[in-house]
């Protein structure tokens, strides 16, 4: 056999959040989060925000896949698909409920416990994001969420809980998902928790920028103190960012088409990256404020805390890239939290989401060459119909060809010197999609029974790419 281009200790696995996968959304003293407001949509019917429960309605995170009630069954099929790391979030309202507490819940943390004790057993190394589109709902009905300065503290007194915690049972954490998206409309109530008078529509936010990225220093701040705890609490914890990395190229050579991709690389990627990774908010900030009538409130000590909590390794998702135009005209196509314009060379997803294998190397190189701290791959993948057929198979080439061209491409990038730890593609079990509360778009290598008005028996059934991933695991990125 050749030998792999992947390190030997590469991180192979998948990655889940547990508001899209626990369910048991009230159970064992939970509280209400951001995502558990959601109703259910489609990609043409958007998911409502509801400020309260309406009788009758479907709110997908309620049961989800019910991992809380599975979690034994799925991580023993983790294992045998041979997973070095699992990727997964902590629900932040099993730990405190409204998040204002000043003591834990005992119960939340005793299924983390398990969860973690079970992933040992296998000897899969938990990669957890401490807050992933959830936050306390109560949070986002007395502060406005993450637009008030309060829910940091909230934040690190939820952080030092988990760490005294899981000192012993976890290195890798992630302290927010996607932090980025903060820096777009979407994020608002997804990632913020802000929730605006006048917002009913997820899909349609009423947005007032200023909230957004006041919200978002705070999100700064508070990663910034959690990491510097939990260094304090373990030396070996490796904390991590996150970036919903939006690959964008010019849509042709026109420079007024080159400024506007330099943009909008600028803002929604570069951004929260360069806050995170090198302690200080970058040059270009300051225009961007002047230009959006943005000020932001900050506190003696802020710009020191933000040099001190500096992470250790970058991690991003990436789905798809996009173009960026000058011309307003052009046809646009659909994305992750963003769209952009048409690319002509490439094919798309059931969702409009274009599929780019080879700007994922390109995107490996461009943050390396940036940051040059290790990075990992920690979503990818393709959402999909999925069809089972008479005799109980599910035959997801489709999937199966995206992954591989992916794989295909970071081992590229890794020959370009790129230093690539971890690899987790997302939803390695079927689960509820974020943006459009769908469960039958599916990303998994496992199938779930359960569609998207809720019904179903949870039955779990291995999919064609589950034996493939299994080998790709076993010959560490050699046979694909
Ligand atoms: C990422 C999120 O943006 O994309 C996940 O971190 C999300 O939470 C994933 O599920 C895929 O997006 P979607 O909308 O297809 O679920």
């Not at 943006?435 to 199938?447: D, H, V």
Request: charged share 25%; proline share 4%.
């Amino acid at each position: 056999m050749k030998k792999s281009l992947f390190p030997e200790n590469f991180l192979w696995g998948g990655a889940t959040a547990a508001n899209q996968f626990e369910g048991a959304w009230n159970v064992d003293g939970k509280g209400a989060s951001t995502s558990d407001m959601l109703t259910g949509g489609t990609h043409t019917v958007p998911r409502r925000v509801s400020k309260k429960i309406e009788e009758g309605v479907h709110y997908p995170s309620h049961e989800a896949i019910d991992f809380y009630g599975h979690y034994k069954e799925d991580i023993a099929l983790f294992a045998e698909m041979g997973f070095k790391t699992f990727r997964m979030s902590i629900n932040w309202t099993r730990i405190f409920p409204t998040g204002m507490e000043l003591e834990p819940n005992e119960a939340g943390l005793k299924f983390y416990d398990n969860v973690f004790d079970e992933l040992k057993k296998y000897n899969i190394e938990p990669l957890v994001t401490i807050s992933h589109y959830e936050l306390p709902f109560a949070l986002t009905e007395k502060y406005n969420g993450w637009a008030g300065r309060e829910v940091i503290e909230c934040y690190t007194r939820y952080c030092e809980v988990l760490f005294k915690r899981y000192k012993d049972k976890v290195k890798y954490w992630l302290t927010f998902n996607e932090i980025n998206c903060g820096t777009m409309p979407l994020g608002g109530y997804l990632g913020l928790g802000i929730l605006n008078e006048g917002t009913e529509s997820f899909m349609n936010q009423v947005d007032i920028p200023q909230l957004r990225f006041q919200g978002l220093h705070h999100q700064f701040v508070a990663s910034a103190k959690a990491v510097k705890m939990g260094h304090e609490i373990n030396p070996n914890f490796q904390i991590g960012c996150m970036i919903a990395y939006m690959t964008t190229y010019p849509f042709t050579c026109n420079p007024d088409d080159i400024l506007v991709a330099q943009d909008r690389v600028k803002m929604h990627n570069d951004f929260c990256g360069d806050v995170q990774v090198r302690g200080e908010y970058p040059y270009f900030a300051k225009r961007f404020f002047d230009d959006n009538g943005i000020t932001i409130k900050m506190e003696d000590g802020d710009l020191e805390t933000l040099k001190e909590g500096t992470v250790d390794y970058y991690t991003f998702s990436y789905y798809m890239s996009n173009c960026a135009s000058a011309d307003p005209k052009l046809d646009g196509t659909g994305g992750n939290l963003l769209g952009g314009v048409k690319n002509p060379y490439l094919k798309a997803s059931d969702w409009g989401w274009q599929i780019d294998p080879k700007g994922l190397r390109y995107t490996l190189n461009e943050l390396y060459a940036r940051y040059e701290i290790p990075l990992m791959v920690v979503e990818n993948g393709l959402g999909a119909f999925d069809k089972v057929e008479a005799d109980g198979s599910i035959n997801d080439s489709y999937r199966i060809d995206y992954l591989k061209e992916h794989i295909v491409q970071m081992a590229e990038a890794i020959k370009d010197g790129v230093k690539l730890t971890g690899y987790t593609p997302w939803g390695c079990i079927d689960l509820v999609s974020a943006s459009t509360g769908e469960m039958e778009k599916r990303y998994g290598f496992i199938y779930v029974d359960k569609d998207n008005q809720g019904k179903g028996t949870m039955e779990r059934k291995k999919k064609a790419s589950f034996d493939w991933y299994k080998k790709v695991i076993a010959t560490n990125g050699e046979e694909l």
